[in-house]
């Protein structure tokens, strides 16, 4: 299975590209989509509706300002709906937070930090890793990667306290 990858505007992209890159380390397919939920609304609606036939497991939607873009998608598709919320200039991401988090029953969204397209791709993974035993040994390899970095990263630490 593939991740589908909407952004409501090109700006969204230097966000997205943190999301294909994370995609990519675990060896996942995506396409990338430029799809507005208020300038391209039957685009919108069209790319959900047939999202599960075209091979897709599952959408991240990113979106800034009055960021609708995960709920119509999400209200179109039987598929799950990661939505990154993107920093604005009006208001930092607030409002993108707000209107992607605050879905109405039935409609959910599940929804990362603000510019967090590297968790929607890791959230991506580890809902696709449900039938891919391959992809959940991957999962669990950079979780455990994750933690001996940290540790390494404390043993340095402490060891340049120590010198002075």
């Not at 589908?4 to 675990?26: H, R, T």
């Not at 937070?97 to 930090?113: D, E, F, I, M």
């Not at 040994?137 to 979780?143: G, H, L, V, W």
Request: glycine residues 8%.
């Amino acid at each position: 299975m593939k991740v589908a990858i909407v952004m409501g505007s090109k700006s969204d992209y230097p966000v997205v590209q943190k999301a294909e890159k994370m995609l990519e380390n675990f060896g996942i397919g995506y396409e990338t989509r430029i799809i507005s939920a208020h300038r391209t609304p039957k685009q919108a609606e069209e790319f959900a509706a047939n999202a599960e036939a075209n091979g897709f497991g599952c959408i991240i939607a990113a979106a800034g300002k009055a960021a609708h873009l995960a709920g119509v998608l999400a209200a179109t598709t039987p598929l799950p709906v990661i939505g990154i919320p993107m920093k604005s200039s009006t208001l930092d991401g607030l409002d993108s937070l707000l209107a992607v988090v605050q879905r109405p029953k039935g409609v959910p969204v599940a929804t990362v930090a603000i510019d967090g397209a590297e968790n929607a791709a890791i959230l991506a993974a580890q809902i696709l890793s449900g039938a891919d035993a391959g992809l959940r040994q991957a999962i669990k390899d950079f979780k455990k990667k994750q933690e001996e970095d940290i540790v390494a990263l404390d043993r340095q630490f402490n060891e340049e306290k120590k010198q002075g």
